[in-house]
């Protein structure tokens, strides 16, 4: 059975989520900065919950800006049809998870595979912060402030144009400014500095109170294979270490910053998978 989840059901989906936190990330981030079925914001997300005899076996969350986000282990055909009944009616403009989960989830919705205009399947790392390895090095990290919204919007424009492929358009730009507006006042970002010149960028895109992941990392061409993102991430994460984190999730983009993953000592726990369509999808129940 798939129903719509109620304030009653918080503590059962805390409780679900809490061990598969690698996993669930932004359902859980999401959940924790905007509650449960809240509205406006643009990650104000919606949940349904997937239940059979043992009890809670699937979480999933729809935000007000179509991402799709899930935790169900054992998701598989015999759950399309509830699950699109479900969400009947809905715009999902992406979705990302687990690898395996990802792919089910595609099957069990039904999407025509020419809508997807992005997909990517990324290694996914885990990082146990007592095990963190501090790069040396003179640059320096700060926090984030209003004046840095245009350089944080241009990094962040051509992170999506390298990484995703968007086009150099007016609204992609716009979107761009609106992510480093957030980003500053979120506070969850950070800018790596030598000798008072910003080289780096970082940030978290989802963080509890003992586990942050990490993303939107970024280094302009000019300053790269100097060590600077690894860097800007290792004394992100010892800020936080010193707050009470305990554990790092992420994600990686290509082999070169893999490479740099590791040296700090996050370990690959799996494959994640992101998806994202040409055109939003609108779920059909038949």
């Known amino acids: ?163 995703f492929g968007s086009a150099d358009l007016p609204e992609i730009r716009q979107r761009s400014t609106g992510r480093a507006e957030e980003l500053v006042e979120s506070g969850r970002g950070r800018i790596l500095e030598l000798g008072g010149l910003p080289v780096a960028m970082t940030a978290f895109n989802a963080a509890l109170p003992e586990i942050v992941q990490i993303g939107g990392v970024f280094t302009p061409p000019g300053q790269r294979s100097r060590g600077f993102a690894r860097r800007a991430v290792a004394l992100h994460l010892a800020e936080v270490h010193e707050e009470g984190v305990q554990e790092a999730i992420l994600f990686a983009s290509g082999a070169a910053a893999v490479r740099a993953y590791q040296k700090l000592g996050f370990q690959r726990i799996g494959d994640y998978r992101i998806i994202e369509f040409s055109e939003p999808v609108t779920v059909r129940c038949e």
């Open 1 to 163: 059975m798939i129903r719509r989840a109620e304030q009653g059901d918080l503590q059962a989906i805390e409780g679900f989520l809490a061990p598969r936190a690698a996993t669930s990330m932004f359902l859980s981030g999401n959940l924790r900065d905007h509650g449960l079925n809240a509205v406006g914001h643009p990650k104000a997300t919606s949940v349904w919950l997937s239940e059979d005899a043992s009890g809670l076996n699937g979480v999933f969350g729809l935000t007000e800006d179509g991402f799709l986000t899930f935790e169900a282990p054992g998701i598989g055909p015999a759950a399309g049809g509830a699950l699109r009944r479900a969400l009947d009616g809905r715009r999902i403009a992406a979705l990302n998870g687990e690898a395996r989960q990802a792919d089910a989830m595609l099957e069990v919705l039904n999407v025509d595979w020419e809508q997807i205009g992005f997909s990517d399947t990324e290694p996914h790392f885990r990082l146990p912060l007592k095990d963190l390895q501090l790069p040396s090095g003179g640059s320096t990290l700060r926090p984030m402030h209003p004046e840095d919204v245009p350089l944080i919007t241009e990094w962040r424009h051509a992170y999506d144009k390298e990484v």
